[in-house]
C-alpha cells in the first residue's frame, strides 16, 4: 500500500522540528511524524510520502528543499504553491488551487499512484478533494483542531472572523467527501464534530494517538534546561506548576497566570513556568504569538510576579523531555489551561514523565483524564478553580501519587502501534474492493456487553461460525454510543456488524460498501424525532431533585441520560407525564436512568432494520443477557439468552417463549441461533 499524508501548515521536517517556532508548527507535526514512524514498521506498507508546502525565507533553507528522504520507505515532498514565502495557516486557503495542481501533477510523475490520500487538517482537505475529482483517489481526514470549537472556545472570534469561515467551509467539505475521518478521542467524535452540518458519527473512528512515550518515560533532569529556568527564579528548589504550549489565544496561558497571581497560597507553595515555544524578538513572532506573549509578561508585571514565575526564550527539541523531568524532581505539577484542547499530546508526554495533571475539561482531556485517572479537569474559564486543583495535588501526597500512577498507563493506553496496525486494517479494507455481502436472509442482532463480548475463546468461535453464516446479516444493538460501541467491537476484534443500533435503540447506523464506515440511519432518526421535545424534557427533569445528568458524552440528540434509582425513575415518569412530555424512561444497573423518544426501543429499531431488509419475521434473532434486552427480546419471536444471564431474565413473565441457552456469552448465541432453525418453521 501506497499512502500519501498532506499537512501544509507549519515548519515540517523530519528531524529536529522546533514546536512553537511558529503559531501553526505544532502538535498536527508531532502526530504526523509518529503516525509515520509506527506505519514505517509496518511490512504490508510499500511508500510513505508526506506531501507539505514549499516555502523559501528566513525560518530556514530546509524547508525549501523538495524533498527530504526520511527512510527508505519514508520521504517528504515539498510542494511548490503560488506564493513564496511561509504563509499562516488562515492564509493557506489561497493556496489551495496550486497545491492540488502540484499534487496532482507529481502523483502523474509517479510510478505508482498511491492507494489512499490522508489529509491533515481543513486545507489539506481542501485539496485531497480535488485531487479526488481528478484523479479519484479516496481521501482520509484527521482535524486536529476544529474551526468551530475554535470559534466556540474563543467566543470573540465568529465563524464570520474571514479564515474561520474558509476553514470551516473545508471541514464541512472534508465531512461531506472523505472516506473515512479519524478522531484521537470520543470527545472529538461526539462532541466536537457534532458541531456540524455534515456530522455523521459513522464516518469517524476513535484512534488515539500514542507519543514517544518511552522518551519521555526516559526523561532526566539537564542541568542547562535547568540553568534556564532557575535564572528566573528565587527559590528554584520549590515544586514548580509547568505549562508546556504554543503561546496562542486558546491555550489560553493568561489564565494560568492570572490564577497564580491571584492566590498568594499557590505562589508560597509552587513556582510558575511556562514554556511557550521559541522566540528571538517579540516582534517577530507570528500567528498571534507577539500579542499572547506581551499578556503574559503583562500579568506577570501586574501581579509583581517577578522571581517566582520563569518564561525561558528558546528550549531546543531535544530539551522537552528535560523541561517536564524539571518538575518532576521538584514535585510539581503539569498544568493545560487551554480553552479547548482537541486532544493534547502534552498531557500524555506529562504522564508518562511522571507529573500528574490539572487540565481543561473541554476536550480531548476529558478522555485521557478518565482512561488513565492521571489528574484532575478544571473550567479553564475559572482561574480559582485552575489554582485550587494545583494547590490540591500539591498538598495531597496521597492523590499526587495516585495521579502519577495513573499516568503510568498512558504508555500502555496510548500506543503508536496499536493505532498504526488499526489504521492500516481500515486503510486495507477501504482500498480493497470486496465483495457486497448481498441481500440478506435472516438477521442476527446481539447485545454487546456480556453477551457478543465478555468471554474471549466465546468470541474466537463466534467470529469463525460468522464467517461460515453466507446470507446472515449480522448487528448489535446497545445502549452505548456508536463509538463507545466501536471502541469496544475493535478492541475485541468482533466481527464487523451490518448494522449498529446503539445509544438505546435511538440511533441505527448501517455499513457503507466501502467496508469501512457507517451512514446514520435517516429514515430512523425522522421516526424517532416524532414527538420528542429534547428540550422540554431536559428542563421539565432538571427539576427533578436528585437526578444527575451523566457526563456530556452520554447525551445525544434523541437520548437523555441521568444517574438515578428506581424512585428518582418513578418520580421523572410522573413528572414527565404531569408536563405533557412523550417520552419512554429505561431503567438499568439500579443506577442508570435513560429518558428516549417515545418511539426509540432496541426493539422497535431490530423492527426497522427487518422491515428494511424486507424480512419476516421468522428470520430475526436477537440475543441479550441483562434488564436492558428485556424489551427486544420481549418484542421478538426468536430471543436467546445466554446463560450468563442476570436481573432474571430467564424467569421474567414477557420472555417465556425465548430459548435460554446452556452456553454462556457468544456462544449461547450460536447455540441459540442453532436452536431456533433446527425448530419446524425453519426445515421447512
Ligand atoms: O513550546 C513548545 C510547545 C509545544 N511543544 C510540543 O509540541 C507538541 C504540541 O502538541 P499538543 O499539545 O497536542 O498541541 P497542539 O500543538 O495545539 O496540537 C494540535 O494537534 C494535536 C495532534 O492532533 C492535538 O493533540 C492538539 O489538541 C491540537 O491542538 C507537543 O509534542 C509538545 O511537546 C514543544 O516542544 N514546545
Ligand atoms: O489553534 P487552531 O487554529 O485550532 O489550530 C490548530 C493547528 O495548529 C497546530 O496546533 C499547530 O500547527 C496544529 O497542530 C493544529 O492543526
Redesign the pocket.
Known amino acids: 500500500m501506497f499512502v500519501v499524508h498532506i499537512a501544509l501548515q507549519g515548519c515540517l521536517r523530519g528531524e529536529d522540528v522546533a514546536?512553537?517556532l511558529t503559531a501553526d508548527t505544532?502538535?498536527?507535526i508531532?502526530?504526523l511524524l509518529d503516525l509515520v514512524r509506527a506505519c514505517d514498521q509496518d511490512t504490508g506498507i510499500d511508500r510513505i510520502v508526506v506531501a507539505t508546502r514549499l516555502f523559501n525565507g528566513p525560518l530556514g533553507a530546509d524547508y525549501a528543499v523538495p524533498e527530504e528522504r526520511v527512510s527508505p520507505k519514508v520521504s517528504i515532498v515539498r510542494l511548490a504553491s503560488s506564493s513564496p514565502g511561509y504563509l499562516a495557516k488562515e492564509d493557506l486557503h489561497g493556496e489551495v488551487a496550486s497545491l492540488a495542481q502540484a499534487l496532482i501533477a507529481w502523483i502523474e510523475g509517479q510510478p505508482v499512484r498511491p492507494d489512499v490520500i490522508h489529509a491533515h487538517y481543513a486545507d489539506a482537505a481542501a485539496v485531497a478533494a480535488r485531487v479526488e475529482d481528478r484523479l479519484g483517489i479516496p481521501f482520509a481526514f484527521t482535524a486536529?483542531?476544529l474551526g468551530r470549537v475554535k470559534a466556540k472556545a474563543l467566543g470573540s472570534l465568529t465563524p464570520e472572523t474571514p479564515s474561520l469561515g474558509h476553514r470551516i467551509a473545508a471541514e464541512e467539505t472534508a465531512l461531506a467527501r472523505a472516506a473515512l475521518v479519524i478522531a484521537?478521542s470520543r470527545d472529538e467524535a461526539e462532541v466536537q464534530y457534532a458541531l456540524y452540518k455534515s456530522y455523521d458519527p459513522g464516518l469517524i473512528r476513535v484512534l488515539p494517538?500514542g507519543s514517544d512515550l518511552a522518551r519521555f518515560q526516559a526523561a532526566r533532569p539537564c542541568r542547562r534546561v535547568d540553568a534556564s529556568i532557575d535564572r528566573f527564579l528565587r527559590e528554584p528548589g520549590k515544586p514548580a506548576l509547568l505549562a508546556?504550549?504554543?503561546p496562542v489565544a486558546r491555550k489560553n496561558l493568561a489564565a494560568l497566570v492570572t490564577a497564580y497571581g491571584e492566590n498568594p497560597a499557590l505562589q508560597a507553595r509552587a513556582n510558575l513556568v511556562l514554556?511557550?515555544?521559541?522566540r528571538g524578538d517579540l516582534d517577530s513572532l507570528d500567528g498571534g504569538m507577539a500579542e499572547t506573549l506581551r499578556e503574559l509578561l503583562d500579568l506577570i508585571d501586574r501581579y509583581d510576579l517577578y522571581g517566582r514565575v520563569a518564561y525561558p526564550k528558546t528550549?531546543r527539541?531535544e530539551d522537552?523531555p528535560a523541561l517536564y523531568a524539571y518538575a518532576r524532581v521538584r514535585g510539581g505539577v503539569f498544568v493545560n489551561p487551554a480553552l479547548n484542547?482537541?486532544?493534547?499530546?502534552?498531557l500524555l508526554?506529562a504522564s508518562a514523565a511522571g507529573l500528574p495533571l490539572v487540565a481543561t475539561d473541554s476536550?480531548?482531556p476529558n478522555d485521557i483524564v478518565e482512561t488513565c485517572g492521571n489528574g484532575l479537569l478544571v473550567d479553564p474559564r475559572a482561574p480559582a478553580d485552575i489554582a485550587r486543583a494545583c494547590l490540591r495535588i500539591l498538598d495531597e501526597p496521597e492523590l499526587r501519587a495516585r495521579f502519577v500512577a495513573g499516568g503510568a498507563r498512558a504508555a500502555a493506553a496510548y500506543d503508536w502501534d496499536r493505532h498504526a496496525a488499526r489504521y492500516h486494517a481500515l486503510l486495507r479494507t477501504l482500498c480493497a474492493s470486496e465483495p457486497h455481502p448481498g441481500e440478506p436472509r435472516q438477521l442476527l442482532i446481539c447485545d454487546i456487553d456480556n453477551t457478543l463480548v465478555g468471554c474471549d475463546a466465546g468470541l474466537r468461535a463466534f467470529r469463525l461460525w460468522r464467517s461460515e453464516q453466507e446470507g446472515l446479516a449480522f448487528g448489535v444493538a446497545t445502549g452505548r454510543s456508536f463509538h463507545s460501541a466501536m471502541a469496544i467491537l475493535e478492541q475485541q476484534a468482533s466481527p464487523r456488524p451490518q448494522v449498529m443500533i446503539t445509544s438505546v435503540g435511538s440511533e441505527i447506523y448501517h455499513l457503507d460498501a466501502n467496508g469501512v464506515s457507517y451512514g446514520a440511519d435517516t429514515a430512523w432518526r425522522a421516526v424517532v424525532s416524532r414527538d420528542w421535545d429534547r428540550a422540554g424534557v431536559k428542563a421539565v427533569l432538571s427539576g427533578v431533585p436528585g437526578l444527575t445528568p451523566q457526563g456530556p458524552l452520554e447525551q445525544r440528540t434523541h437520548k437523555l441520560s441521568y444517574f438515578g434509582d428506581a424512585a428518582l425513575a418513578q418520580t421523572a415518569r410522573a413528572t414527565l407525564d404531569a408536563a405533557g412530555l412523550a417520552a419512554s424512561i429505561i431503567h438499568s444497573h439500579g443506577r442508570y436512568l435513560d429518558v428516549l423518544p417515545p418511539a426509540a426501543s432496541k426493539g422497535t429499531a431490530v423492527d426497522h432494520v427487518r422491515a428494511l431488509y424486507g424480512l419476516s419475521e421468522g428470520d430475526v434473532f436477537v440475543a441479550g443477557d441483562s434488564g436492558n434486552d428485556v424489551e427486544m427480546l420481549r418484542a421478538r419471536r426468536q430471543a436467546i439468552i445466554v446463560a450468563n444471564f442476570s436481573d432474571d431474565l430467564a424467569s421474567h413473565a414477557a420472555l417465556g417463549h425465548s430459548y435460554v441457552a446452556r452456553a454462556s456469552h457468544a456462544r449461547g448465541i450460536i447455540e441459540g441461533v442453532a436452536h431456533f432453525r433446527m425448530l419446524p418453521a425453519h426445515a421447512e
Open positions: 514546536y512553537g505544532g502538535g498536527h508531532r502526530y486536529h483542531s484521537s494517538p508546556l504550549a504554543r514554556v511557550a515555544g521559541t528550549h527539541p522537552v484542547e482537541p486532544f493534547g499530546l502534552t508526554e476536550g480531548g
